[in-house]
Structure formats: C-alpha cells, structure tokens
C-alpha cells in the first residue's frame, strides 16, 4: 500500500497542496515552519482519524477557513481508492471512498496504514536500554537485522497564508 496523491484544502498551514507520491520512502525536506509534519499529519489523520499533535479537530482547520479536505488517492497492488475526508469543527467529519455518496468516517479506517515515529518517541533511540528494547513478548517485534531503505526528497513550496477561504470542493 502507499499514497500516490495527497491532496490539501485549508489544512493546517496550507492553503491548497498537491503532493505526488512514490512508492517507498519519501523524506520531506525544508526549514523549520514551512508544512512538513502537516503534510505527515493529514496523512495520519486518513489512517487513524486523529491527530498525534493535538485533540480537537479545529486547529487542523487552517486559520479563517470553515471547513479543511484531506484526499489521498492509496494504490494496493493492482487497485486504486480515492479517500476523501471533510474536517468540520464542531459538526460531523464527512468521508467518502472513491467519490462515492457519503460514507461514515470510521468507513475509511484500514484503507491507509502508518506507522509514526514522532519526537517525543525519541526515548526509544536516546533513553535507557531497558525502555528501548522491542521483545516478541511485548508485542513490539522486533528491529534486528532492518534498515531504512534510501529516501527520495520533496520540498514542499511555501504554504499559502491568505485569510481568504479558498474554493476546495467538499466532500
């Protein structure tokens, strides 16, 4: 499985992004501020529904807009879904699967899969040894013998900061 699109509508900092996708992996590369982890954020948010940053949707909403879209087009194998998430603070998310009419939220759960390592899991790599050892046991596997493979770069160009609410197509 892997994303091939993203797509963005008044998510966190952006006012629109398209990001093509490769399969593999894909190292987003840029100074500090500029909308890295949001873009692995909304990529998060399709897979679990939530935010590892923060609780609530509203802050996910950029700044001024009403509403924000996380789409991703995820190839597995042969097929090809299109996953579409509505971000409305304060009222009900709304999902669809290949445009199709409205589906529930929890519908698109599966669809994409992630794993994150985020700065506060920097214990595992820094702290003590005890805390950082994966056993079978504990249902963590197991990292003998892994390495990443080489990483491909994107730059994402600087996010729109207009307070204007852009003309992303619902959900």
């Known amino acids: ?10 998510f966190r900092s952006y006012a629109r992004a398209e990001v093509p996708l490769a399969p593999g992996v894909t190292a987003f590369v840029g100074p500090n501020g500029q909308g890295k982890t949001n873009l692995v954020e909304a990529i998060g948010y399709l897979a679990t529904l ?3 940053r ?6 996910l909403v950029r700044m001024g807009a009403d509403r924000a879209v996380v789409r991703a087009a995820v190839t597995q194998g042969e097929r090809q879904q299109l996953v579409e998430l509505e971000l409305n603070p304060g ?6 699967i290949n ?8 519908d698109v759960l599966g669809i994409v899969r992630t794993v994150l390592f985020a700065p506060e899991d920097l214990a595992l790599v820094k702290g003590e040894p005890a805390s950082s050892r994966a ?8 990292w003998t013998n892994w390495s990443p493979p080489a990483p491909r770069a994107w730059r994402p160009s600087a996010p729109t900061t207009s307070a204007s609410s852009s003309s992303a197509t619902p959900c």
């Open 1 to 10: 499985m892997h994303v091939s699109h993203l797509s963005l509508a008044d």
């Open 50 to 52: 939530g935010s590892h």
């Open 54 to 59: 923060v609780s609530s949707d509203a802050p």
């Open 91 to 96: 009222r009900a998310n709304r999902a669809r």
């Open 99 to 106: 445009r199709s009419s409205q589906v529930r939220p929890r």
């Open 135 to 142: 056993t079978p046991a504990s249902g963590a596997g197991s």
